[in-house]
C-alpha cells in the first residue's frame, strides 16, 4: 500500500470562481451534496411554489446544473446525444448541441441515455456521452473540442459517471466498458495530461454459473483536499490530482459500485451496490466497514460527523462517520429512490422514483419535515440555487422557489 502524501497547494474544485448559489457539477462545487442556502423551499406541489415547468422530449436521468442565468441538463434526443441550456428566469430553451450516435450501446430501460450530468466552470460546459465521446462547448453552444476517441462504454445497465472539473483539468470515470479507466484531460483543449487504466473481468464467464461476471463503477470521482477518490469494483482508491499516481488503496467493496464517495474529518466512505459493503477509509486504512449494506444507487451527504444516506429500497439511515454504527433507518413514503441527497440548511432532501421529495432533518434522532409530490417519476437529485430548486424529472424541468 502507497502512502498518501502531503501538499501546501489546496487545488481548487473549478477553474473560474463560481458565483454565490451558483451548482456547477454533478453534486455541487464540492461534489458532496452540500450547500450553504438558507431560503430553499420545503413545501410544493404542482401548483404551488413552481415557478416554471418546461416539457423535456424522453426520459433522462442526468440533475441538471446552473450557473448565473444558465441552466444545463444532457437530453437523449432519439439517436442524438444532446446537451440543453435554458434560461434561468423563465426556462426558455436558448440552444442545444451534441452529437448523432456512431452505434448505439446496451443500456437498462430504467437508465436511459445521457445520465450523466455535465459540468461547467462559468466559460465552458463539459459533458460525457459515453462512448460517443467527451464534448466541451461556449455559453453560447459552440462546440469548443471533443474527444472521440476514448472507446466504448458497454454494459447491461449502460453507464452514468459525470466529468469534474479541478483546475485546469477535467477527470471523467471512463466506464464500465471493455475498458475502464479514469482520465485527466486539459480542459481547454480536450489533450490527456494522465490516465489510469484499472483492470477489469467484465464479460469473463464465471466458473460457476457460465454466465457473464458483471463488475463495474458508475462512480464520479471526487476530491478531497489534494486526493481524487474514485470508487472502484472491489477497492477505493486515492489519486494525485496533477500527476495520477496513486496514493492509497484499500479493498474491501463489492463488485458494483453506483455512488460517489463522500468524506468528511478526514475519513472517505466508499458504498458498494446490490448489498455489498459500506467502507470508510483514513489515510488508506480502513476504519469502519459495513460487510453487507442496503442496495445504493444514490450517494448520501456527511453533516456534523453523520452520513446520511437513501437507500435504493426507498430506506434512509443516518450512522456515525467515525464509527459506522447506526443512529436510525427510516422507509420513507414514495418506496424505491435512486436520488442522491442534497443537505441544505441542516435539512435532506431526496426524490423518489414516483417523483415524491421527501425532507427530513440531518440529525442523529430521526425528523420527516415535508413530503412533496410532483407526480412525475425521477431518478436525478435536487438542485440548490439562489434561493430556487431545479428538479428534473422524465417528463420535464422544474424550477421551484417559495414565495412571489
Request: glycine content about 12%; charged content about 15%; overall charge positive.
Amino acid at each position: 500500500m502507497k502512502s498518501a502524501c502531503t501538499w501546501l497547494i489546496v487545488l481548487p474544485l473549478l477553474g473560474s470562481t463560481a458565483l454565490a448559489g451558483d451548482w456547477p457539477a454533478w453534486r455541487g462545487p464540492l461534489g458532496a451534496g452540500l450547500c450553504d442556502e438558507k431560503n430553499l423551499p420545503t413545501i410544493w406541489g404542482t401548483n404551488q411554489n413552481v415557478r416554471w415547468r418546461v416539457p423535456l422530449p424522453e426520459p433522462g436521468n442526468s440533475t441538471p446544473v446552473v450557473w448565473g442565468d444558465r441552466v444545463f441538463v444532457t437530453q437523449p434526443v432519439g439517436d442524438r446525444r444532446t446537451l440543453l441550456c435554458f434560461q434561468r428566469a423563465d426556462g426558455r430553451q436558448l440552444w442545444q448541441a451534441g452529437v448523432t450516435t456512431r452505434e448505439k450501446e446496451p443500456t437498462h430501460k430504467t437508465n436511459p441515455y445521457c445520465s450523466a450530468s455535465p459540468v461547467t466552470d462559468g466559460e465552458r460546459v463539459i459533458a460525457s456521452f459515453a462512448s460517443d465521446g467527451l464534448f466541451c462547448f461556449d455559453f453560447a453552444g459552440k462546440e469548443l473540442w471533443r474527444r472521440t476517441d476514448l472507446g466504448r462504454q458497454i454494459h447491461i445497465w449502460g453507464n452514468g459517471s459525470s466529468p469534474v472539473l479541478a483546475g485546469e483539468l477535467c477527470y471523467l470515470n471512463f466506464g464500465p466498458g471493455v475498458t475502464n479507466y479514469l482520465l485527466a484531460v486539459d480542459k481547454r483543449t480536450g489533450r490527456t495530461v494522465w490516465q489510469h487504466t484499472e483492470p477489469t473481468t467484465y464479460g469473463q464467464p464465471s466458473p460457476a454459473t457460465r454466465s457473464p461476471t458483471y463488475i463495474g463503477s458508475w462512480s464520479t470521482p471526487v476530491l478531497m483536499n489534494n486526493q481524487l477518490l474514485m470508487s472502484w469494483p472491489l477497492r477505493l482508491a486515492a489519486y494525485e490530482p496533477r500527476t495520477g499516481q496513486e496514493l492509497w488503496s484499500c479493498a474491501g467493496l463489492a463488485p458494483l459500485c453506483y455512488t460517489s464517495p463522500i468524506h468528511g474529518d478526514g475519513v472517505a466512505v466508499a458504498f458498494s451496490g446490490y448489498g455489498g459493503a459500506a467502507l470508510a477509509v483514513r489515510g488508506g486504512k480502513r476504519v469502519w466497514s459495513h460487510p453487507r449494506a442496503p442496495q445504493r444507487i444514490g450517494s448520501g451527504v456527511v453533516h456534523a460527523g453523520h452520513i446520511y444516506i437513501h437507500n435504493g429500497t426507498g430506506s434512509a439511515m443516518c450512522f456515525d462517520l467515525q464509527t459506522g454504527a447506526t443512529n436510525w433507518v427510516e422507509n420513507l413514503p414514495g418506496g424505491a429512490n435512486w436520488s442522491s441527497i442534497m443537505l441544505a440548511d441542516g435539512l435532506c432532501y431526496t426524490i423518489n422514483q414516483r417523483g415524491d421529495c421527501c425532507v427530513f432533518r440531518a440529525s442523529p434522532k430521526f425528523e420527516l419535515v415535508a413530503v412533496n409530490r410532483l407526480g412525475e417519476p425521477s431518478n436525478s437529485s435536487l438542485v440548490p440555487s439562489r434561493g430556487e430548486l431545479f428538479i428534473r424529472t422524465h417528463q420535464a424541468l422544474w424550477c421551484l422557489r417559495a414565495g412571489p
